[in-house]
């Protein structure tokens, strides 16, 4: 079927994999676009070599547009009373596994608000797509990335924010419901309402003239169904992706995503310093989120104790994000998921006539 996701971007079907920062991957991205669909990697976690890189390895993939997912969250500034306080919370913890906090946390993650060198390579590659999560970059950015024909999306998680998205020249806006599977795309976390992704989808497309793509939960084609019946032009999907031969999740993410509690979600903010949702483990449950040092300075110490507790055969403190959809996850390759949801799709929508 044709929807404004796949007029603008000439696709087949009305489906984004989602960007998900270190688990998909250039071959997952190029076998969703080759299927029809749209393929997604995720820079914000990589220097711009890595990136480059990863843009380059998809293009030799596939001939068809993909998305390049960047972070746009507040710079952040040390606190170092704060940081040290929660190195203190967490030390405990490293005890259990026989190991030392590290003694400061490091902004690992760089905000394209802020990257003047990760503009500079997207506007040098010109993937597609570019979207934005945890907020909006400003006016200069996004006018130099539309200008050399980069359509732009960002995550909203509320009408405001979808109203902000498309006041600042955004094309579209991804409307990430609370159900999604890893970090909120919330741009202040202090102030989220939590708005599932039906009703959200329901209010943006009400609200906004741009298109909206509904995320969070959907799993097959019945969910992407629901959403275009919503007036959306698409559906964001990640959980559905995680299990695919082609993503980057190891083995223990994967048992887990096939295990009996992949029901078992929780949004935390206690492994990055933002919420996401992942399955329930141990490092969400024990720690004292109350004084966490604020993202990305926590998920340095996050990656840390993780480490720490794999290496001692524990991997109760592994970040796994997945969505509440989980349970429905299908491990088969990256093109047949597509297409099988777009067969899915086809008699879902004919249930609806």
């Known amino acids: 079927m044709q929807t404004a996701l796949t007029r603008r971007l000439d696709l087949r079907h009305p489906i984004i994999q989602a960007p998900m920062a270190g688990t998909s991957t250039p071959d997952m991205a190029a076998a969703v676009t080759n299927a029809g669909a749209l393929g997604s990697v995720a820079i ?30 507040d710079p952040a500034e040390a606190d170092v009373a704060r940081n040290a306080d ?9 005890a259990r596994f026989g190991a030392e906090p590290p003694v400061d946390l490091r902004n690992i993650y760089r905000s394209f608000r802020v990257d003047d060198d990760a503009l500079a390579l997207l506007i040098e590659e010109r993937p597609a797509v570019v979207s934005f999560h945890f907020g909006l970059p400003d006016a200069d950015r996004i006018a130099a990335l539309k200008a050399v024909g980069i359509v732009l999306l960002a995550t909203v998680t509320s009408p405001e924010e979808g109203r902000a998205a498309q006041a600042a020249g955004i094309d579209m ?20 309402p939590r708005f599932a992704t039906l009703p959200l989808s329901r209010l943006l497309a009400t609200v906004l003239d741009i298109p909206v793509i509904a995320a969070g939960g959907i799993m097959d084609g019945a969910g992407v169904a629901a959403a275009l019946a919503l007036g959306a032009a698409g ?12 993503s980057a999740a190891g ?6 995503l096939a295990g009996q509690d992949a029901g078992r979600t929780r949004v935390s903010a206690a492994i990055s310093g933002r919420p996401a949702r992942g399955l329930e483990n141990d490092f969400m449950r024990r720690a004292e ?65």
Not at 251 to 256: E, I, N, T
């Open 289 to 353: 989120e109350s004084r966490i040092a604020p993202y990305p300075f926590a998920y340095d110490i996050g990656k840390a104790l993780n480490a720490a507790a794999t290496a001692a055969g524990d991997t109760g403190y592994m970040p796994n994000w997945v969505g509440q959809g989980a349970p429905m996850s299908r491990a088969m390759p990256t093109g047949e998921l597509v297409e099988m949801l777009a067969a899915e799709l086809d008699t879902a929508l004919a249930r609806l006539r």
């Open 44 to 73: 914000g976690s990589v220097g711009v070599e890595e990136a480059r890189a990863a843009i380059r390895a998809t293009r030799t993939l596939t001939t068809g547009p993909f998305n390049v997912n960047v972070f746009c969250h």
């Open 251 to 256: 083995d223990v993410y994967r048992a887990k």
């Open 173 to 192: 806006v991804v409307a990430q419901g609370f159900e999604a599977g890893g970090h909120r795309g919330v741009f202040d976390p202090a102030d989220d």
């Open 235 to 246: 559906a964001q999907l990640g959980t559905a992706f995680v299990a695919c031969p082609e």
């Open 86 to 94: 929660w190195i203190e919370s967490l030390r405990p913890l490293f």
